[in-house]
């Protein structure tokens, strides 16, 4: 048979041995307590001892300790433990399923301990809530798409009542919710609320949006002659000069003037809190601004980030970039008295008008270039567009046509137009919801009589499509100061006769009214709100 291996047998140490590692293990806590800046005191007796000690691990080298042996303070934690409870009960497990914890003063490892330390503060969700009054947009619009799940009150197929009520209504600017002989059905009011007057007026152009866009050949101008040139010119004039003269008499809230490569807002006095006559005009090029300054239009940038003070033409680091060639400035004379030649200082200046001329022309055509005038200074900014060249177009199917005039009332040479509307039915997420798609020159004021008209408990939202280029209107805020505030009810009834109805107008009116620029609005039928981005 064969044998079994044989078991090694135990490894003996030899006494040197063990002495030995125990010197150093003795030296290694004389370094610990000299670093620590201990000291070790030894004797003979205790080295005897520790002697000892040594042999006595090796003989008890390789007993273990009873894990499960009962001492006191296991047996003052077992103490304190209801008798409900098992003693291999695991607290957070009693908690997660009894939502409470155990009296206990032992400081027992568990997962709470874990998860306190790994799960994040409760996040508190805060729900948006809506406000009582749609926001201003002065944004120019060129869409607007209304959603409901239910079906709107009004649509696009007019009876002819229906469509002789809204074009009375509009044109002679009647409240469509007081009390007249005219159709007040919601078809009547919708097609009130989609109409508007427009100079020039040529069905087979679109004269809004205004863009320059790329010439090619097949691109030529209907005006082919000097006295149509002409001829459009002076209507045009006379269409600018009737409605400057309602902003002036406070009889028109507001109009744009849409060129090819800038738009000008004009609004009366009293809109926004705004105390006298305003105009925004945006964006703006360092050509456009200078000419401003030769003809001495005064004007803030109100969105440029300040560097130096901008306010039109009064210094010549902040402003024209240009120093006068007729006086001496105080900075070439203090050069002069430092032994500086006029080359040198010659060569200084043109290098500060760089500097200056790249700095004003970095803002071009942004936000930042956004121009407000104000007051007296809107009288000549008027005459400036008057014989403002480079308003109108010079090639293109657009050239020798004047800018295009947009206004919520009716004003000389005007034509009625009225904004095309198409309805549909879609399909998205499982649900089948109504849609209005409304194309044309949305006005700020349409936004508000489309909502007005809309029954108080039918939801329904609105996304628009914003003309790029004016969306810096809705940027410039009034200054929300006393006067302002004092002067609401002296302006809501100074244009009363501006087109617009009393519940509108005195949004309109108001200072601290909000003003930003909305992709989306939606109204809830709930809770009568409204809620935008």
């Not at 809109?271 to 005009?281: Q, T």
Request: proline share 5%.
């Amino acid at each position: 048979m064969p044998q079994s291996p044989k078991k090694p047998a135990p490894k003996w140490h030899h006494p040197s041995e063990v002495m030995k590692l125990h010197k150093l293990k003795m030296k290694k806590k004389a370094l610990q307590a000299r670093i620590a800046g201990g000291t070790l005191n030894t004797s003979l007796s205790d080295a005897q001892d520790n002697k000892n000690a040594a042999l006595e691990d090796i003989i008890s080298a390789k007993k273990r300790k009873n894990p499960f042996v009962k001492t006191s303070e296991s047996k003052k934690c077992k103490q304190d433990v209801p008798s409900s409870l098992d003693e291999s009960t695991d607290q957070t497990l009693f908690k997660l399923l009894h939502q409470s914890t155990p009296s206990t003063t032992c400081n027992l490892t568990s997962f709470e301990n874990i998860l306190k330390k790994e799960i994040e503060p409760e996040v508190v969700v805060v729900k948006a809530q809506g406000q009582n009054d749609i926001p201003i947009d002065w944004t120019l619009k060129t869409k607007i798409r209304l959603w409901s799940e239910q079906q709107f009150s009004w649509s696009q197929k007019l009876k002819i009542s229906e469509e002789a009520s809204g074009t009375t209504g509009f044109v002679r600017c009647l409240d469509q919710n007081t009390d007249t002989n005219l159709n007040i059905s919601p078809n009547s009011k919708f097609h009130q609320c989609c109409l508007y007057w427009q100079q020039p007026s040529l069905p087979w152009l679109t004269l809004f949006p205004r863009a320059s866009g790329k010439v090619s050949e097949s691109d030529s101008s209907i005006v082919t002659s000097v006295a149509m040139k002409t001829a459009l010119q002076e209507a045009w004039k006379d269409s600018l000069k009737s409605l400057f003269q309602l902003i002036r008499t406070k009889q028109c809230p507001y109009f744009y003037v849409c060129s090819n490569n800038f738009t000008v807002l004009f609004r009366a006095a009293g809109i926004s809190g705004m105390g006298d006559i305003h105009a925004l005009v945006t964006p703006t090029t360092r050509g456009f601004r200078q000419m401003l300054r030769q003809e001495d239009i005064e004007f803030k940038m109100p969105l440029k980030k300040k560097r130096t003070s901008d306010q039109g033409y009064e210094t010549f680091d902040s402003a024209t970039g240009e120093s006068p060639e007729d006086e001496e400035s105080p900075d070439e004379q203090w050069l002069q008295s430092m032994g500086i030649n006029a080359d040198d200082i010659k060569q200084i200046n043109y290098t500060q008008a760089k500097i200056v001329h790249k700095a004003e022309c970095e803002v071009d055509n942004s936000e930042q270039s956004l121009v407000l005038i104000e007051g007296v200074e809107v009288h000549a900014l008027y005459n400036f567009l008057i014989n403002c060249k480079s308003a109108t177009s010079l090639t293109g199917p657009l050239a020798g046509i004047p800018p295009t005039l947009l206004a919520p009332v009716a004003f000389n040479g005007a034509t009625l137009r009225a904004l095309k509307v198409r309805e549909s039915k879609v399909h998205v997420d499982n649900s089948y919801y109504h849609s209005l798609e409304i194309s044309g020159p949305i006005l700020p004021s349409t936004i508000h009589n489309l909502f007005s008209i809309n029954q108080s408990d039918h939801s329904m939202s609105a996304t628009f499509v914003n003309v790029a280029s004016t969306l810096p209107f809705s940027k410039v805020l009034s200054n929300e100061d006393q006067d302002a505030k004092r002067n609401f009810i002296f302006d809501k009834e100074n244009l009363s006769d501006c087109g617009l109805s009393r519940k509108i107008l005195g949004q309109f009116c108001k200072a601290d009214v909000c003003v930003t620029n909305v992709e989306c609005l939606k109204y809830s039928g709930d809770n009568k709100t409204y809620t935008w981005t």
